[in-house]
Structures are given as structure tokens and as C-alpha cells.
């Protein structure tokens, strides 16, 4: 009897401290999940915060969108979706909504050169790109998704661009792509890399989609500026470029031009240059 009263303490002591630990535990994983949901929910609050701080701060031609109404017309394509099955199309009521405006004769699109072209166009007001326009600007290098059954919108644990074809960010920057290159008119440019081997890749964004929406009713021509390095790896001459050609819709003129890295910086570097001049 002593002695199992003796070692019930022990055993007690025992119970105890396992509640005590379990309780331990229990608060520590409330106090992780609780400020885990915080920082979830801020993040997302974070999300629609910049969304409309962008769309509000853009200097577009154009004022008077409505912000709200656009941030609407964006989350319903994904929301409460799964993050591997948002369709392309699921954006068409977001590019209704903020149209491509015509921008002839300046709309720049560009494959591989992407730090290099925005570069150029921040500097010399005479090209729009994508990520010129409002929603291309909103929403550059953003990360967004849905979760089944949560009107939510999550910023972390997305599937990635190659994780699943159908994910929200892939999905808008192919329909925003092909919104504006539908939206093409006049002289179009195309800034490629001319220090790789292949410029032109069928399976890029600009060869899958860009390519071949440019319509000759309204495309006149497209001039590509191969932008190449000291020792240029590949020119305009190069097969891949030919294939372009190929996908043009017939009666748009294509040019090339090799056009030096170095050239292009000395020409947005000085203000008194006249954008045409740059190539
Ligand atoms: C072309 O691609 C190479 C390799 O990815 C890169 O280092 C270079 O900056 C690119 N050139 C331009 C003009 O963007
Ligand atoms: C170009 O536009 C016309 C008229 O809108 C249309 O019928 C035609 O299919 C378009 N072509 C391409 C290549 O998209
Ligand atoms: C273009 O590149 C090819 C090889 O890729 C070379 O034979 C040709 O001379 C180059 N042309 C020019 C104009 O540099
Ligand atoms: C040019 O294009 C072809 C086919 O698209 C490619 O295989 C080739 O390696 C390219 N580059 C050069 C430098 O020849």
C-alpha cells in the first residue's frame, strides 16, 4: 500500500507533468496557428492593399478606373478555385474590365530581355510594355491564389508557373498577353536576346501567344532589335527568327535589326535622343 502510494505520487507527478507539457504544447501550437492566421490575413489584407495602391498609382493616360470595381473583377477568377484549375478564360470579366487601350505604334514586347527592356522604358517615355499598362503594372511580380471552400486570397503555398499548367498567375499573364497583343496596331517592336542561341522560342509567352494574335488590320509592321552583346552569340540571320516569320499573320512587314547592347544604353541615357534613333 506505502509503497503504491509512494510510487502513485511518482506516478502523479508523472500525469502532471505530462498535462503540463501537453497543455504546454497545445498553447504553444494555439499561439504559432494564431499568429500564423494573423500574419496569413495580413498578408492577404496586404495583397488587395496593393493591388488597389497600385492600380490607383498608376500613371496611365487614362484616369478614372475604378479600383474596386477592377480588384472584383480580378479575385472572382480564382477565388475559392483550386489553384490548379483556374482557366485562362477565368480572367476575360478582368480584361473587360480594364481594356488594353491601343497604344499604336509604342507597344513594345520583348522575350529573355526583361530586365533590360523595362530598364529602356522607364527611361524613354515611348514604349509601353505589359507591365506598363495598369494591369500589367498592378500585378507584376505578384504571387496570388485561392483555396477551395475560403474566399481567401493566399499569398504563400501557390503552385509555382511549372508546378501545374492551369495555376492563377500563369493563367493571367497568358490572357493579359494575348489582350494586348490583340490590342496591337502600327509599328510594333519586339526586343530579343541575341546572346543566346535560340532568340525566338515557340514555347515563350511572345511565340505561343503574342506572335500569333498580332493582326495584320491593324499591325503594319514588327521590327525586331536583337539586342546583342560585345560578341553576339547569334544575329538576325538566325533560323529561329525565321520561324517567327512563319507564324506572322500574313501582310504584317517584319524587320530585324542586330542592335548592340550598348547602343541602347547610350540612346536612354540621353533625353535629346529621339526614341527611333535608339536602333
Ligand atoms: C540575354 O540573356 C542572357 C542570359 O540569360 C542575360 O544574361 C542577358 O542579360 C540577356 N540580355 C538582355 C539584353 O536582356
Ligand atoms: C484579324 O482580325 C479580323 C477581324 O477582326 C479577324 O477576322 C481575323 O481572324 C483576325 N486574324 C488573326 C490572325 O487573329
Ligand atoms: C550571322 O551569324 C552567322 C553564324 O551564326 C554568320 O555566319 C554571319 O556572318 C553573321 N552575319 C552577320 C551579318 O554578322
Ligand atoms: C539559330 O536557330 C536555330 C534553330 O532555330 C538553332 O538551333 C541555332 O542553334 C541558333 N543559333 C545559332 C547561333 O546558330
Known amino acids: 500500500m506505502e509503497h503504491g502510494e509512494y510510487s502513485r505520487?511518482?506516478?502523479?507527478?508523472?500525469?502532471?507533468?505530462?498535462?503540463?507539457?501537453?497543455?504546454?504544447?497545445?498553447?504553444?501550437?494555439?499561439?504559432?496557428?494564431?499568429?500564423?492566421?494573423?500574419?496569413?490575413?495580413?498578408?492577404?489584407?496586404?495583397?488587395?492593399?496593393?493591388?488597389?495602391?497600385?492600380?490607383?498609382?498608376?500613371?496611365?493616360?487614362?484616369?478614372?478606373?475604378?479600383?474596386?470595381?477592377i480588384w472584383s473583377a480580378f479575385e472572382q477568377a480564382y477565388v475559392g478555385q483550386d489553384p490548379c484549375k483556374v482557366p485562362v478564360e477565368a480572367y476575360d470579366p478582368l480584361i473587360a474590365a480594364a481594356p488594353f487601350e491601343p497604344a499604336c505604334n509604342r507597344m513594345m514586347f520583348w522575350s529573355k530581355t526583361q530586365d533590360f527592356v523595362h530598364d529602356f522604358t522607364e527611361k524613354k517615355d515611348c514604349f509601353v510594355t505589359l507591365e506598363d499598362t495598369l494591369l500589367g503594372f498592378t500585378l507584376d511580380g505578384l504571387t496570388w491564389c485561392g483555396k477551395e471552400g475560403s474566399s481567401e486570397t493566399f499569398t504563400t503555398g501557390c503552385p509555382g508557373w511549372s508546378q501545374c499548367e492551369k495555376n492563377p498567375v500563369r493563367s493571367f499573364w497568358i490572357r493579359a498577353s494575348d489582350g494586348f497583343a490583340a490590342s496591337a496596331c502600327g509599328d510594333v517592336t519586339a526586343m530579343l536576346n541575341g546572346s543566346i542561341d535560340t532568340p525566338f522560342s515557340p514555347t515563350s509567352i511572345f511565340g505561343s501567344i503574342e506572335v500569333k494574335r498580332f493582326n495584320s488590320t491593324t499591325v503594319k509592321t514588327l521590327t525586331v532589335v536583337l539586342v546583342t552583346q560585345e560578341s553576339p552569340t547569334t544575329n538576325c540571320t538566325n533560323a529561329s527568327l525565321k520561324d517567327l516569320q512563319k507564324e506572322l499573320d500574313q501582310g504584317i512587314k517584319y524587320t530585324c535589326k542586330d542592335v548592340p547592347e550598348s547602343k541602347i544604353n547610350e540612346c536612354s541615357s540621353r533625353p535629346d535622343v529621339p526614341c527611333g534613333a535608339c536602333w
Open 9 to 69: 505520487p511518482g506516478k502523479k507527478r508523472n500525469t502532471r507533468c505530462l498535462a503540463i507539457s501537453v497543455c504546454a504544447a497545445l498553447l504553444i501550437v494555439i499561439v504559432i496557428a494564431l499568429a500564423l492566421g494573423l500574419s496569413l490575413s495580413h498578408r492577404n489584407e496586404g495583397f488587395k492593399a496593393t493591388f488597389i495602391a497600385r492600380c490607383e498609382g498608376f500613371h496611365g493616360k487614362s484616369k478614372g478606373y475604378d479600383c474596386q470595381k
